[in-house]
C-alpha cells in the first residue's frame, strides 16, 4: 500500500513539474511577444518577419497582419486630414471663386467626412470581438491561446478608438466651418472681397464672423477688415 502511495506521489510531482515548466515556457513567451507588440507600438510599421514558433508564432502573425492592416488604414485617413480643400475652404480665393453659396466646397467637405467614416469603420471592424473570433476560428487557436490573441487585440482596439475620437474632433471642426459658409450664404450681399480681405458692411457680421471662423479654427491664411463707420 506503502508502495503505491509513494508511485501516486512521484507521478503527481512529475505532473506538477510538467506544468510548471509548461506555465514557465508560457510566461516566457508572452514576454517575447509583448516585446514585440511594444516594437510594433513604438515604430508604427510592421515587420512581417515571424521571429517565434509554434502557436505563439501562430498568434505573431494574427497580431502582426491586424497592425499592418491598421497602419495601412491609418496612413489613408492621415492624406485625408492633410487635404487642400481643409487648408484653402476659408481663404479669400475660395469665397470669390465658390461663394456666396459654396456649392463645390461642400460637395468636397461632404466626400472627405465620407471618405474619412469608411476608413474609420474598417478599423473598428478590424478590431471587433466578431472579426477575433473568426481569426481565432480560422487559425485554430485553443481557449488559452485564443486569449492570448484576444489581449493584444484589446490594446490595439484603445489605439484605433483614440484614432476614432480624433476624426470626430475633425468633423466637429469640419461642421464649424459649414457653419461659417452658412452665414457667408445668409448675408451674401453684405459682404465683399477686396486683396486678401473681406469686408463687411458693418461691425456686427465681422464679430459674428470672427466668432465663427475661431470656432473653424482654420482659417489661418484670411483677413477680415470693415470700413470705418
Known amino acids: 500500500m506503502k508502495k ?16 510548471a515548466v509548461m506555465v514557465g515556457v508560457a510566461i516566457v513567451e508572452e514576454q517575447k511577444l509583448d516585446e514585440i507588440v511594444a516594437d510594433l507600438i513604438n515604430h508604427e510599421e510592421v515587420d512581417m ?41 476659408l481663404s479669400a480665393k475660395n469665397y470669390q471663386s ?15 467626412k465620407e471618405a474619412r467614416k469608411k476608413i474609420t469603420d474598417k478599423m473598428l471592424v478590424i478590431v471587433s470581438d466578431k472579426e477575433a473570433k473568426k481569426r481565432i476560428k480560422e487559425y485554430k487557436l485553443d481557449e488559452f491561446d485564443a486569449e492570448v490573441y484576444n489581449r493584444y487585440v484589446g490594446q490595439l482596439r484603445i489605439y484605433v478608438n483614440d484614432l476614432v475620437d480624433e476624426d470626430e474632433k475633425l468633423n466637429d471642426v469640419l461642421d464649424n466651418v459649414i457653419a461659417v459658409l452658412d452665414f457667408l450664404g445668409e448675408n451674401k450681399e453684405k459682404w465683399k472681397i477686396e486683396g486678401e480681405n473681406i469686408i463687411f458692411d458693418n461691425q456686427d457680421l465681422l464679430d459674428k464672423y470672427n466668432w465663427l471662423t475661431a470656432s473653424s479654427k482654420l482659417c489661418t491664411s484670411c483677413k477680415e477688415d470693415v470700413p470705418s463707420a
Open 4 to 19: 503505491v502511495i509513494k508511485i501516486i506521489l512521484i507521478i503527481l510531482g512529475v505532473l506538477l513539474l510538467i506544468f
Open 49 to 89: 518577419t515571424i521571429k517565434m514558433k509554434g502557436t505563439y508564432g501562430t498568434i505573431e502573425k494574427m497580431i502582426k497582419i491586424d497592425y499592418k492592416k491598421i497602419y495601412e488604414l491609418s496612413n489613408k485617413i492621415a492624406t485625408e486630414y492633410n487635404n487642400p480643400i481643409i487648408e484653402k475652404c
Open 98 to 112: 465658390d461663394g456666396p453659396l459654396f456649392t463645390n466646397t461642400r460637395k468636397e467637405f461632404e466626400e472627405l
